[in-house]
């Protein structure tokens, strides 16, 4: 494992490097994969990723991010107990994972994957109350205090109105908000979710992923995402575990690999570049002129933005070179004088955007 920070730094949680200490999720020596198929029994061991010495800590969002391909699905799986660790131990509480009872763990790990999961006849209460069943002993009755952990559970999700409606009937995005519940409802130290938004339309992105921070912070819980909303997860997480393309993991929180160029380098690619001062994504276009321009600062970069998607960049108030300009009038109205001299009006980006293609 590599670190964006060279220097260790004393934590609370533990050793020089926080993997000390007892609370939260700690990898030691861990390698992750898959053991190949063998008619003579068990194969060879294909490593995915290797040497990690990861800490997700009690009250923080750690976020698992990375290209398709990078392990970070296999990781989650083996953090889980889905899949035994080719070497190496994994701690949830100071405990090793793999030495803990069925029972115990489900008391101390909750876990949400993108796999079907097929509901049956269970109407939603139902289905999110299956989470209380390592609380609930040998009869599997839920009490007063059980049933409401499932309507807090559901509601903290943004799906207390789906109550009554069959399970089986829901969209992918109500799904994933109702199996988020139901790990929510088990009360554990840790929980991990991969791609918990991956269906959800944007404000439920942002809302389910605040939730999981707020839940972390609030209840002390170790809460681990895998996700693909790089933007988003870079803006809400508390650390960050990056997968980069050389099957190395960098960890901090989500300054240190901005600032180190980590997430450049991990992400950027031919059409794509990553931008650390505004910490979002833009495109690569091959600059083919340069536009002087005229605007007051709430709506310069919206003209900035349109035109860079037509290859045209604004040019510096000094250079003399450039003929070429859009001015805002004040009155909601784009004033374009082309290259060639000729003036065109129009009252929208779209308009700007159709004449400036021609320059």
């Known amino acids: 494992m590599t670190d964006t920070m060279s220097e260790p730094v004393t934590d609370t949680a533990g050793g020089p490097d926080g993997t000390g200490g007892t609370g939260g999720l700690v990898t030691q020596g861990l390698t992750v994969g898959y053991r190949t198929r063998s008619p003579r029994g068990r194969g060879a061991a294909r490593a995915v990723l290797s040497g990690l010495d990861l800490h997700a800590r009690a009250g923080e969002l750690t976020v698992l991010l990375g290209p398709n391909g990078a392990g970070k699905s296999t990781l989650l799986r ?13 701690r949830i509480g100071g405990a090793d994972l793999v030495r803990q009872r069925p029972a115990v763990l489900a008391r101390r790990l ?7 999961v097929d509901p049956g006849l269970l109407s939603v209460r139902e289905l999110a109350g299956l989470g209380r069943h390592p609380h609930t002993g040998f009869t599997g009755r839920l009490t007063a205090a059980d049933h409401a952990a499932v309507e807090w559970s559901l509601h903290a999700v943004g799906a207390g109105h789906l109550g009554d ?16 519940a139901r790990a929510l409802v088990q009360e554990p130290e840790v929980v991990l979710l991969d791609e918990p938004t991956a269906f959800l339309d944007v404000p439920s992105r942002v809302a389910l992923t605040v939730l999981l921070r707020d839940l972390a912070r609030d209840k002390g ?19 960050v575990w990056l997968v980069d393309r050389d099957s190395r993991v960098h960890t901090g929180a989500p300054e240190d690999l901005i600032r180190g160029g980590t997430v450049g380098a991990a992400f950027d690619a031919d059409h794509l570049a990553f931008d650390p001062v505004s910490g979002t994504f ?3 276009r091959t600059e083919r002129a340069r536009v002087r321009v005229d605007a007051p ?14 290859g045209l960049a604004v ?8 003929g070429a300009r859009v001015r805002w009038d004040g009155a909601d109205r784009l004033v ?11 009252r929208s980006f779209h308009g700007l955007t159709r004449e400036v293609r021609t320059w």
């Open 78 to 90: 083996t953090l889980c107990g889905l899949l035994p660790p080719l070497d190496g131990r994994i």
């Open 110 to 116: 909750a876990v949400v994957l993108t796999d079907r």
């Open 165 to 180: 409606r069959p399970a089986a009937e829901l969209s992918d995005g109500e799904r994933q908000r109702v199996l988020t």
């Open 221 to 239: 819980l170790t809460v681990v995402v895998s996700t693909h909303d790089l933007e988003l997860a870079l803006r809400v997480a508390d650390a």
């Open 282 to 284: 833009g495109l690569r």
């Open 297 to 310: 600062p709430a709506v310069l970069p919206l003209l900035q933005r349109a035109l860079a998607r037509e």
């Open 315 to 322: 040019a510096d108030p000094g250079d003399p070179a450039v």
């Open 336 to 346: 374009l004088t082309g290259p060639d001299g000729r003036v065109v009006r129009t």
